[in-house]
């Protein structure tokens, strides 16, 4: 069945964004708080990018508290050394689309510390909340250098999540992944025509994600669809919260 958002908005309704001091944002919602969706923006952007898209259309259930995490402020190489929002550096323009060659120099291509560190600061956000509800009630998601960081932090967590949501990004090959999160539900989103990420790579990375003790694996590849999130994806966003929060 086909979600309505028309039908469910009139019920969702955010209070006043949360701000905290590293930049971060909360919407806490005017429900129950029974679920929480810890979720990260990519290169360039802040915590306000997702919030318009949280706050009007109605992608978790409306018991959902949603962090939406900043990333520090960084020198970025491909940035000529400028500073932004950055959860970890990138030191080549063009993601290589030469799967083998990618992983073999997957190290020298960005800051494996900021990585770590950047994990750190995520994990530390996901413990809170864990205090709060379940960890089965608690999911984790992001767009592009976000989605690369949900995964990294997801798939090593060492208790179980309510799902992963990856949206335009890849796995690091040097992930390492928890047994736990092996039943985790996941969905994964790319364009076809991804100019930042090329698709044949994302799709590669995410072989070792699939396996017969993962009931709900979802990677969707959109047809002519760039390094963007548009209505489709959306979509699949507020069909797999619908499915996981239960």
């Given amino acids: 069945m086909p979600f309505n958002f028309h039908k469910l908005k009139q019920f969702f309704m955010f209070t006043k964004p949360e701000n905290l001091n590293d930049g971060s944002l909360i919407l806490n919602p005017k429900a129950a708080h029974k679920y929480s969706l810890i979720w990260m923006h990519g290169l360039g952007d802040t915590a306000f990018g997702f919030m318009d898209l949280f706050e009007q259309l109605p992608i978790v259930k409306a018991e959902t508290k949603v962090l939406l995490l900043q990333a520090p402020q960084r020198a970025v190489t491909i940035n000529m050394g400028m500073k932004c929002t950055s959860w970890f550096d990138i030191k080549v323009l063009k993601t290589d689309s030469n799967v083998e060659h990618f992983s073999n120099n997957f190290k020298s ?14 994990t530390n956000y996901l413990d809170q909340e864990i205090k709060l509800v379940q960890s089965k009630n608690v999911f984790i998601g992001g767009f ?3 989605c690369c960081m949900a ?8 208790q179980r999540l309510g799902g992963i949501v990856g949206l335009s990004g890849y796995l690091f090959p040097t992930t390492q992944m ?7 539900p996941i969905l994964l989103v790319h364009g076809s025509q991804d100019q930042m990420i090329p698709c044949v790579l994302s799709k590669k990375s995410y072989e070792r994600l699939d396996n017969t003790k993962r009931q709900l694996f ?3 590849v959109i ?3 760039g390094h963007e999130v548009p209505m489709p994806v959306i979509k699949l966003m507020a069909e797999f919260f619908q499915k996981t929060q239960q």
């Fill in 109 to 122: 291509t960005v800051s494996m510390e900021e990585i770590e560190d950047s994990r750190k600061i995520i």
């Fill in 144 to 146: 592009s250098q976000g």
């Fill in 151 to 158: 995964l990294e932090t997801g798939l090593s967590y060492s």
């Fill in 178 to 184: 928890n047994d736990i999160q092996k039943e985790t």
């Fill in 218 to 220: 979802d990677h969707k």
């Fill in 223 to 225: 047809p002519q669809m």
